[in-house]
């Protein structure tokens, strides 16, 4: 273990000096979650370690997401590839995942953030769109601390900037992808959302079922919703779907969980004439370089990380130019131009 000051872990972990002295010097006293807290925040600290430097001005970013670990380790590793060697601060990242939850879940996730004041100089968020989250970031907005939403946006909320893929673009993308790679004009696509109260995946959902009504008008979609993009709740809602379909059957995973909604189709039976997915993560690497999915719709996370951390540092003053909003375009990857930096030996 890396020697970290008292002061710096209780930062990161959210804790008092007090407790965080007592966890790590095994005194009683400290609750199980406290011990957790200090034990992920010493992990955090050591990770980030090279971000660090001496006489540079010290932030802390809270990173607030509601995804599937997969999903969430994946922007956990872009961003913390992000925080080395930034000029002129010194940037560290405080992390509060969860994959599934209400929206008074993240309501009192970033509530905690606001009440800790200045322990926060910005927020990374990917959460739900709703009204009551938007009143969060606005209150993080009135104490000083600005929000940034990643890969999905808060409407009518007082955040400084999107960092995230173009949604629309990848929604009419996907659409053109799955008629002409299944080279069918009949049949059912089955598409899948984690949550519909993520912005993104809405926006990519309906920009797929436009493009499809005028490429395929012959091709019915149906969405398997609200599964959190978890594998067993996904693997389940998809099977139930499957049960009274009849013809060829395509899927546009939006919400992940592919490995589960493979399985789902096996069970039945069913081989898709496209199966097109979002993201690059460990799942869907291994699913596309096997032949177990045909297409992914990739945007890369180490861009959508670096705008968001640079608009945190624009709103205050420390590099030139006011937040932006930046959209990254999507890439489409198959089992034959996988980015060299994610094969075996690849570059960072």
């Known amino acids: 273990m890396r020697s970290h000051r008292i002061s710096d872990v209780a930062e990161q972990a959210g804790l008092s000096r007090a407790t965080v002295d007592r966890v790590l010097h095994g005194r009683a006293g400290a609750s199980p979650r406290a011990v957790r807290a200090v034990e992920q925040a010493v992990a955090e600290l050591d990770r980030q370690a090279g971000a660090l430097r001496l006489g540079a001005r010290s932030l802390v970013l809270d990173v607030v997401m509601q995804a599937p670990e997969r999903f969430s380790g994946a922007v956990r590793e872009a961003l913390e590839s992000q925080l080395t060697g930034l000029r002129p601060a010194s940037v560290r990242a405080r992390f509060h995942l969860r994959e599934s939850g209400t929206v008074e879940d993240v309501v009192a996730t970033l509530d905690g953030i606001g009440r800790r004041g200045r322990t926060s100089h910005g927020a990374l968020l990917k959460v739900p769109d709703d009204p009551r989250v938007a009143a969060a970031i606005d209150d993080l907005a ?9 890969v999905t946006d808060v409407h009518g909320s007082r955040r400084i900037a999107y960092a995230g893929p173009d949604h629309e673009s990848a929604g009419r993308t996907a659409a053109h992808l799955v008629q002409r790679w299944g080279a069918t004009d009949r049949g059912t696509v089955l598409v899948t ?105 990739h945007h890369d996370l180490r861009e959508d990380a670096r705008s968001a951390v640079r608009a945190v540092l624009q709103h205050h003053g420390l590099v030139p130019g006011a937040p932006l909003s930046v959209a990254s375009g999507v890439q489409v990857v198959t089992r034959h131009n996988i980015p060299a930096r994610l094969l075996p030996g690849g570059g960072t």
């Not at 009135?142 to 990643?150: D, H, Q």
């Not at 959902?205 to 594998?231: K, M, N, S």
């Open 142 to 150: 009135g104490r000083g601390i600005p929000s940034v939403t990643l």
């Open 193 to 297: 959302l984690s949550r519909a109260s993520f912005f993104g995946e809405r926006t990519r959902v309906e920009a797929f079922v436009r493009q499809l009504a005028a490429e395929a008008p012959g091709l019915e979609v149906r969405r398997v919703r609200d599964a959190d993009g978890l594998d067993a709740s996904t693997g389940a809602v998809v099977a139930g779907e499957l049960d009274d379909l009849t013809g060829p059957v395509g899927v546009y995973s939006v919400g992940g969980a592919n490995r589960a909604i493979i399985a789902a189709l096996r069970a039945k039976g069913v081989t898709p004439f496209a199966h097109v997915g979002h993201d690059l993560d460990a799942d869907n690497l291994a699913l596309l370089r096997a032949g177990e999915i045909d297409l992914v719709l």
